[in-house]
């Protein structure tokens, strides 16, 4: 993903809730599978459903089925659902461990799946590659590129999620594919997100010493005043506790869970904030847990507030949870894995949390200077094609005036030639065509045709009829 160069402070909507990215909780199984955990199915580690939890809306339940973000959610959403239908295949998954989902072990299970399933699942990718191919076609139609012609196995061979190969069935080697491009897509993600909010912040302070840059030297100067008291206004803000420490998790222990912080218990705690059920702490759930220390920073009501940083600050509590917590790097937090960390020393002596305030730039000035100019290089850009399409406009001006002073001429043309008629009739004259001369019904002329030739053709016949058959002989000579 990438910002748009002009997108605003209220971009940062797009990334509420990012937790949800990775998770889909109607399948456990493969909830693991796209958040990249790729872990076995665990026992739900027995609990009692709060009595609320039974009347929740509708619309509530549904939260947790969010979009994961990917090009081909909808793909992948499917044939999950196809796949979780076959008992066979939800056994071997239940048995299998994280290595058979990542080196495809698991796909050559799909041979032995039903009959109907595979029929489904066939349907789905011959779903797919048309849906593939109507964008590709709306793409190539978009830059005017001739596609009459067009290879489709080729273009196919740039979306890694399927075999471009084999477009009517889905194979095992479909299903390898369509897990290892999720995996590696949404493992990228994060490292897309670092990048996207680097550019955000270098566009931010690109616009900052613009904006300055317009000034005069006594605006400037009260200007650059009242943003360093923002600035310093922000970093004035209570102790915030370090992510995944005892004085982090008592605090929601207190304040979110409503319990005595002296009768902090760990598996409890873990218990409580495992909001689905499956024995694990996924991202959503982690993130969930840092509401509390974000609400000391960040106000979305207050000016020197930036939410975009924020949901940064998010990722890297996270992200610090994550490396400190996941032993095994399946970017999931068990409940072993949760009670091993509450024993580690940086679990009861944590320092105090560094906000973004507190370390080092997110770029460096060269960075800075890079971004400026590719900045300058798209404007450049965008001026000589908003020039292009001015000479477009000016020319579609023109034709038009060229082709409305034509059009008047023709109606000034079928004006005259309705009004020479009218004063023809009046006058009893024959009308006339344009030019002035005179007009005749098909009729009379053919008439008139027919009539001057008829009489001579009919003169010929008469004389020739009363020829003698043949000359006369011997005719006496008469002499004067």
């Not at 317009?214 to 209570?238: A, F, I, T, V, Y």
């Not at 509401?291 to 990722?315: G, I, Q, T």
């Not at 404007?379 to 477009?392: D, F, I, P």
């Not at 027919?450 to 003169?459: S, T």
């Amino acid at each position: 993903m990438s910002i748009n160069c002009g997108a605003s402070h209220k971009e940062g909507k797009k990334w509420k809730n990012l937790g949800q990215l990775r998770r889909m909780s109607l399948y456990p199984c493969w909830l693991v599978l796209l958040s990249i955990s790729l872990e076995v199915w665990a026992v739900p580690i027995e609990r009692k459903a709060a009595p609320q939890e039974a009347h929740l809306p509708q619309e509530d339940k549904q939260e947790d089925n969010a979009d994961t973000g990917l090009y081909y959610d909808r793909y992948l959403r499917e044939v999950i659902e196809v796949l979780e239908t076959d008992p066979h295949f939800r056994e071997k998954l239940q048995t299998a461990n994280t290595e058979d989902i990542k080196n495809g072990r698991l796909s050559k299970e799909l041979d032995l799946v039903g009959h109907h399933v595979r029929t489904r699942l066939d349907e789905l990718k011959r779903q797919e590659v048309s849906r593939l191919r109507m964008l590709l076609k709306a793409k190539l139609d978009s830059t005017n590129t001739q596609s009459l012609q067009m290879d489709h196995a080729s273009l196919l061979k740039q979306f890694e999620h399927l075999d471009p190969h084999n477009q009517n069935t889905f194979e095992a080697k479909d299903l390898e594919l369509l897990i290892s491009t999720a995996t590696k897509d949404l493992e990228n993600y994060d490292v897309e997100r670092h990048e996207e909010f680097k550019r955000y912040e270098m566009l931010k302070e690109h616009e900052r010493r613009e904006y300055l840059k317009g000034l005069d030297q006594e605006k400037r100067e009260r200007e650059e005043r009242r943003m360093d008291e923002l600035k310093e206004k922000h970093r004035k803000h209570p102790k915030v506790n370090a992510p995944g420490s005892v004085a982090q998790l008592r605090e929601v222990w207190e304040e979110t869970d409503g319990l005595d912080p002296t009768e902090f218990n760990p598996k409890t705690f873990f218990k409580l904030h495992d909001t689905n059920g499956d024995g694990l702490l996924d991202e959503q759930e982690l993130e969930a847990l840092f509401a509390k220390e974000l609400e000391k920073v960040y106000d979305p009501k207050n000016e020197e507030d930036d939410m975009m940083e924020m949901e940064e600050e998010r990722l890297r509590m996270r992200e610090h949870v994550m490396k400190n917590v996941d032993v095994n790097q399946d970017r999931l937090v068990s409940l072993e894995e949760f009670l091993k960390s509450t024993d580690k020393k940086e679990f009861n002596n944590a320092k105090e949390w560094d906000t973004l305030d507190d370390t080092k730039p997110v770029f460096t000035e060269e960075e800075l200077k890079g971004f400026e100019t590719e900045l300058r290089t798209k404007e450049e850009e965008l001026g000589r094609r908003a020039e292009s399409l001015r000479q477009e406009q000016d020319l579609l001006k023109e034709r038009g005036k060229a082709l409305e002073a034509q059009r008047r001429e023709y109606q000034q043309a079928v004006i005259e030639m309705s009004q020479r008629k009218e004063k023809q009739a009046v006058q009893g004259q024959p009308p006339t065509g344009p030019n002035g001369e005179l007009q005749f019904h098909q009729e009379i002329q053919k008439l008139e045709d027919q009539g001057a030739k008829a009489p001579v053709e009919q003169e010929v016949q008469e004389a020739h009829n009363n020829l003698p058959a043949e000359p006369p002989q011997n005719l006496p000579i008469h002499n004067n």
